[in-house]
């Protein structure tokens, strides 16, 4: 059964701080690793993708992976309160088919 | 970009109704459409996959008499759910592959959802 792990949150940060969000998945042959972003009652919209381990910035925005430990996270710098949203992690195997974390629901205070 | 069009956005229906839900690749074409739901505060679920021209492949617990799914064209499927009850209430989202962006980011794409409430 391959999983994919996120911490439910909510998870509460100080606008104009760091916001790191974790996500660990099962399956050792995944692919490709994807970052959604939720608002509540709409459909998710893709933040960033990541391929290979280290880092991959865009914007305010940094995916990290770490293959050998099956972990990848997003930081997001500068957070302001349009950040707040769920964030949904996705694995993606071979078979191009995505896996879905619960997502965290992150909250940015002004 | 790859733009996926679903309708309605929200509606309404009585207990023991049908309901259809639409989504339409609007510039490019969608040979594989997945269809989600997602209940309050979880995440998505994968009801089903469907490829053009053939039968749709459902998840396991998903009533496939229940969700109808066709996949008639390359720029479009429908959902209908069939004799709707109140558990039936959800955000349903449908998803497509764009192939020529599979490269970058495996190419999905998102209709913006449709609430349904059953009453």
């Known amino acids: 059964q391959k999983e994919v792990e996120q911490n439910s949150g909510p998870l509460s940060v100080p606008e104009g701080a760091i916001a790191s969000l974790n996500c660990t998945y099962s399956d050792r042959g995944s692919q490709s690793f994807f970052w959604y972003r939720q608002y509540s009652g709409k459909s998710p919209e893709l933040i960033m993708f990541i391929y290979s381990n280290g880092d991959k910035e865009d914007g305010r925005f940094t995916a990290q992976l770490n293959k050998a430990s099956q972990y990848v996270s997003l930081l997001i710098r500068d957070s302001q309160p349009s950040d707040s949203a769920t964030y949904l992690c996705?694995?993606?195997?071979?078979?191009?088919?995505?896996?879905w974390g619960a997502g965290t629901k992150l909250i940015i205070k002004p | 970009g790859a733009v996926v069009s679903q309708h309605p956005s929200w509606v309404i229906c009585k207990s023991g109704t049908s309901v259809k839900i639409e989504c339409r690749s609007l510039?490019?074409?969608?040979?594989?459409m997945f269809w989600y739901r997602q209940f309050p505060k979880q995440s998505l679920m994968l009801m089903a996959t469907?490829?053009?021209?053939?039968?749709?492949?459902?998840e396991q617990g998903v009533e496939k008499d229940k969700f109808l799914i066709n996949h008639a064209s390359l720029t479009l499927s429908t959902l209908t759910v069939t004799s709707a009850h109140p558990e039936d209430s959800s955000f349903y989202i449908c998803s497509a592959r764009d192939l020529t962006q599979q490269v970058n980011s495996y190419g999905y794409t998102f209709g913006s959802g449709t609430r349904l409430t059953v009453v």
């Open positions: 510039d490019f074409q969608a040979t594989t």
């Open positions: 996705a694995v993606g195997d071979s078979n191009y088919q995505l896996i």
């Open positions: 469907s490829n053009e021209g053939s039968k749709a492949t459902y």
